[in-house]
């Protein structure tokens, strides 16, 4: 999975910033009816077309966000803009522009910028947004990469995290805990071959989890998903930082309590036989892992019928009452578990 890097190291001073900026966007080609002015010029110029306009902002700095001893440049690229779309569709928004910064040093060659570009391109492409512009400047430390995502929706589709009411369903798409155990392995293996460079890694068998870590996606298809199911979610959130962190954030800010059944916590089998050889339990892996860059969300509890049996969807709780607190159900016992906040945290732990 690891890609070999592009053995030629072109110094940027060689193209300049202008010739750089070129070199890097001039294979970009723009598709959506609502770009009107893209790069190239002082700004962009985008048209929503009576629909509400949302935005939201993403930093990822190198030894904070990624290590680039593991993670491919191209995958960086990627991973980088998902994010971020991500963002957007957890607003039941669909996503159509982006703008990419980038911050480097000059250990870095043009070619290293050309493989986070292809990245960028790849997702472009598979998202149908437009890159419409962005900055770039030098850097004494790392790379930095900030991106910025637009998308557009009516008003009365856009879903926000505040709205969730006592006795909604709690629902999530896909399965979890699979990018923290991704994360694991790649760890794992750096640390071997830090330790002996001639060892080979042993990554087979675990493709899944270390695609959920290096190459996720963003649900954009839940908003047309839930569109043809008839339903309109009453709250939304994507998972960055763990369930456990993101079902705090919708109770919080909606005013409700959550009751969280472990047993329905939807898990791949390769998350449970993986937490399994780290001695992890899978659940505490998708409560405070991270990283799986699914949507979390409140649905009415009359909306149940017309989701039960979705293969993408899994229905793992309920709201309550604010003062009923948030708690899990464990599994094989009714006993409860409060739920507490040990999402992941850049700015607490700058290490991790
Ligand atoms: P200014 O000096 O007005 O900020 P720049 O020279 O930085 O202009 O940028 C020129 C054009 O190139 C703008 O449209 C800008 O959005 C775009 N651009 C600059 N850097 C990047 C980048 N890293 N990726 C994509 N577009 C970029
Ligand atoms: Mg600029």
């Not at 190291?9 to 910033?17: Q, S, V, Y």
């Not at 294979?27 to 790069?39: G, L, P, Q, R, V």
């Not at 954009?220 to 939304?236: G, K």
Request: contains cysteine.
């Amino acid at each position: 999975m690891l890609e070999e890097k592009n053995p030629q190291r072109t110094p940027i001073a060689t193209l300049g910033e202008f010739g750089l900026i070129k070199h890097l966007t001039e294979k970009f080609s723009f598709n959506k009816e609502n770009t009107m002015i893209a790069i190239g010029d002082d700004a962009a110029v985008i048209h929503p077309q009576g629909r509400k306009v949302v935005i939201s902002t993403d930093i990822l700095a190198e030894g904070i966000h990624f290590n680039l001893g593991y993670v491919p440049l191209k995958h960086l690229g990627y991973k980088a803009v998902v994010v971020n779309l991500s963002d957007i569709a957890a607003m039941n928004a669909t996503p159509t522009q982006i703008l990419v910064s980038v911050a480097v040093s000059n250990r870095f060659p043009v070619e290293a910028l050309e493989e986070i570009y292809e990245g960028v391109a790849l997702a472009c492409q598979r998202y149908n947004v437009d890159l419409v512009g962005g900055d770039t400047t030098s850097s004494n430390a790392g790379l930095i990469l900030s991106i910025t995502a637009i998308g557009m929706e009516t008003e009365d589709k856009i879903v926000k995290r505040s709205t969730a009411q006592p006795n909604d369903l709690l629902v999530v798409s896909g399965d979890l805990g699979g990018a923290y155990l991704g994360l694991q392995i790649l760890e794992r293996e750096h640390a071997v071959f830090l330790a002996n460079p001639d060892m080979q890694p042993e990554m087979d068998g675990y493709d899944y989890l270390l695609e959920r870590q290096l190459k996720p996606e963003a649900r954009t298809d839940v908003r047309s998903i839930l569109a043809e199911l008839d339903i309109q979610p009453t709250s939304m959130i994507d998972i960055s930082d763990g369930l456990a962190s993101e079902i705090l954030h919708l109770s919080d800010q909606s005013g409700v309590g959550f009751r969280l059944y472990e047993e329905k916590i939807p898990l791949d089998t390769l998350t449970i036989t993986t937490a399994d050889e780290f001695n992890l339990n899978p659940a505490v892996c998708a409560l405070n892992g991270g990283e799986d860059y699914e949507l979390l969300f409140t649905i009415a509890s009359g909306d149940y019928d017309k989701i039960k049996n979705h293969p993408d969807f899994t229905i793992i709780g309920h709201a309550t009452e604010q003062e009923d607190g948030n708690y899990m159900v464990l599994r094989g016992s009714n006993e409860l578990s409060r739920i507490t906040a040990q999402g992941w945290d850049a700015l607490l732990n700058p290490d991790d």
